[in-house]
């Protein structure tokens, strides 16, 4: 299982490759780190993969995922902004244990015609993205931002995400 994901830190598109440990799911709670001191989020849907692909046409994308969930890309915003100045790779900003909270996983009708319908164009075009650079095989994750600008998480807080008022997004801050 692969989880992969388009982010947008600082204006830039980036390719992430997260491995299994990066999960957190069941509405567990985030526990801060201790390799940071400024810890951030934003928001992303996520596609369960649910066939084999490569060079995925957006027009065709629809065909290759059959959930949808919520979900919140952590990252360790203070040693991003370094690895940056310093040209590194951003893997130890992003990639670490339970830094990628996914909600339940929903049917597609149930979650696209009740939010915005850019919503599939953006997932679609994720996965076009990434097909072009690796194959993806059922079971993967394919995430994308929606915010260009992560928000800044805070102990006790609790972060969550709704529809027709039930939580389909749930995690508490530690």
Known sequence: ???IGLTYYFGEEELVVKCDSCLLNGNKPMFIPDHTADL?????????????????????ANRYYDGIAYGLDFVAYDRLTEARKQGKNWTEATCFDYSLAI??????D???PAEQTSYADIIDRAISKVSEQMTIRQGDWVYVALDTEPKPVHKEEVLRKKIDGEDVLYCKIK
């Open 1 to 3: 299982m692969k989880i």
């Open 40 to 60: 951030r989020y934003v928001e992303v849907v996520i596609a369960r993969i649910s066939r084999l692909g490569k060079h995925i046409e957006p027009r065709f």
């Open 103 to 108: 909600g339940k996983v929903l049917d597609i």
């Open 110 to 112: 149930r979650v696209l």
